[in-house]
């Protein structure tokens, strides 16, 4: 009997690890940079809305993190106490100052330093801090970075120019997007007993064909927002509590209170706003087709509405480009998609693990796979103990994601 273990760490997951604070204090340094710009320029409704979003994104991704360290604190075998030492007080402290998210990063670089370099032990602490991280980033991306995109391009297409300040801040959010979405995607993998059969090809169709749908759709929002500043607003508030309803109808089980639960829905609904992201088992093509129809209709009523109420001579430079190669690039993505699940999408199997494995969740909410033989009889034999740690939410969300019925993330 063997445990297929998810703790193994090495070089390249420590690699990531660094890449990703490194991105996040790049991100943050050009917001702080764009805010600054708009201040000393005398833009202080751009100043006070780019603050404005920045915290609130901000306090979202703290409280993400704070209700996952209550969690991991009530659970026998977290990873509470490697991250924030046995210090509520300091850790609610560290939160409220906006620093959770940080020291995570932190903690995760050092405990992952410790296990590669020194070839010390625990790894499984340093594997469970880097799944918790890449969630916390992805939600992080798309609470602000997805936001400020669409804010600064729609800043230079009203302007009719582009600052060095503004292009940075664009370069770091899209550097900020890809990455995550990438991250998070590899973070699921994990999760796989075949993981190592993902190859650069994998990732590059992935990669692309989250670019070529995320991409139009900020763009068709900025595009939107250039011509009607204010009904962008109204547009957003109609269809972020309708996709965060959606997601409470899909039954979500991520969070493990009733509060952190609303908070992830109203979450799911923001991302959705600009990516489909999975989020419950079962029929989950359907549910892509009908997200992905909703929002090409969408995006070309938005495309719509700019081309109706453009300036002719402002935008001839390039009216004409932008209208065809968005929705060019958009069913590009959704092509790429399919090739993507038909090709190199894994699956699980429609009652979880492949045939062999077994889902082992003991009381403390760890996770793992155990392979068993069976003897003579047929019955199989007794698992053995289960590993000290295990990331039960990400593992759930795994699952979702790698679900038989397809359409995934």
């Known amino acids: 009997m063997e445990w297929l273990t998810l703790s193994k760490y090495s070089w390249f997951d420590f690699v990531f690890s660094v890449v990703g604070v490194c991105t996040f204090l790049f991100d943050w340094g050009s917001d702080v940079w764009v805010a600054t710009e708009f201040y000393s320029r005398g833009d202080f409704f751009w100043f006070g809305v780019l603050v404005g979003w920045m915290l609130l994104s901000s306090i979202v991704v703290q409280m993400f993190s704070w209700f996952w360290f209550k969690y991991d604190r009530d659970s026998e075998g977290s990873c509470a106490d490697v991250l924030f030492g046995d210090h509520v007080k300091i850790s609610c402290l560290l939160h409220v100052l906006q620093l959770g998210f940080f020291c995570r990063h932190i903690s995760a670089i050092w405990h992952g330093f410790r296990v590669w370099w020194r070839k010390e032990q625990g790894a499984e602490y340093a594997v469970y801090l880097t799944h918790d991280l890449s969630m916390l980033r992805l939600i992080e991306t798309f609470c602000e970075s997805a936001p400020q995109l669409t804010l600064m391009t729609y800043i230079m297409l009203h302007t009719n120019q582009a600052r060095t300040v503004q292009c940075v801040s664009v370069a770091a959010s899209t550097t900020s997007i890809v990455w995550m ?30 670019l070529l749908l995320i991409a139009p759709r900020v763009a068709a929002v900025a595009l939107f927002a250039s011509v009607l500043p204010r009904a962008v607003g109204a547009h957003f508030l109609l269809l972020w509590p309708a996709l965060a309803l959606w997601a409470w109808l899909q039954r ?23 990516s489909w992201f999975n989020v419950s088992e079962g029929r989950t093509r359907g549910r892509s087709l009908i997200y992905h129809g909703f929002m090409a209709t969408d995006g070309l009523v938005l495309g719509a509405t700019w081309w109706a109420y453009r300036d002719p001579t402002v935008t001839r430079p390039y009216d004409r480009a932008l209208a065809a190669a968005l929705p060019a690039s958009y069913l590009a993505g959704l092509a790429l998609k399919a090739l993507y699940y038909y090709r190199f999408h894994p699956k699980l199997g429609p009652r979880g693990p492949p045939p062999g494995l077994a889902l082992e969740v003991p009381d403390s909410g760890a996770v793992g796979f155990r392979t068993f033989a069976p003897d003579q009889e047929g019955v199989s034999s007794p698992p053995p103990p289960p590993p000290p740690l295990r990331n039960a939410r990400m593992y759930r969300h795994a699952a979702h994601f790698y679900s038989a019925q397809g359409g995934g993330e």
Not at 258 to 270: F, Q, S
């Open 252 to 274: 979500t089980d991520f969070m493990e209170s009733a509060g952190g639960e609303w908070l992830y829905r109203a979450t799911v609904g923001l991302i959705w706003y600009f």
């Open 181 to 210: 979405v990438v991250d998070y995607h590899r973070c699921l993998r994990s999760f796989l007993p075949d993981k190592a059969n993902q190859g650069w090809g994998s990732a590059a169709v992935y990669f692309l064909w989250n």
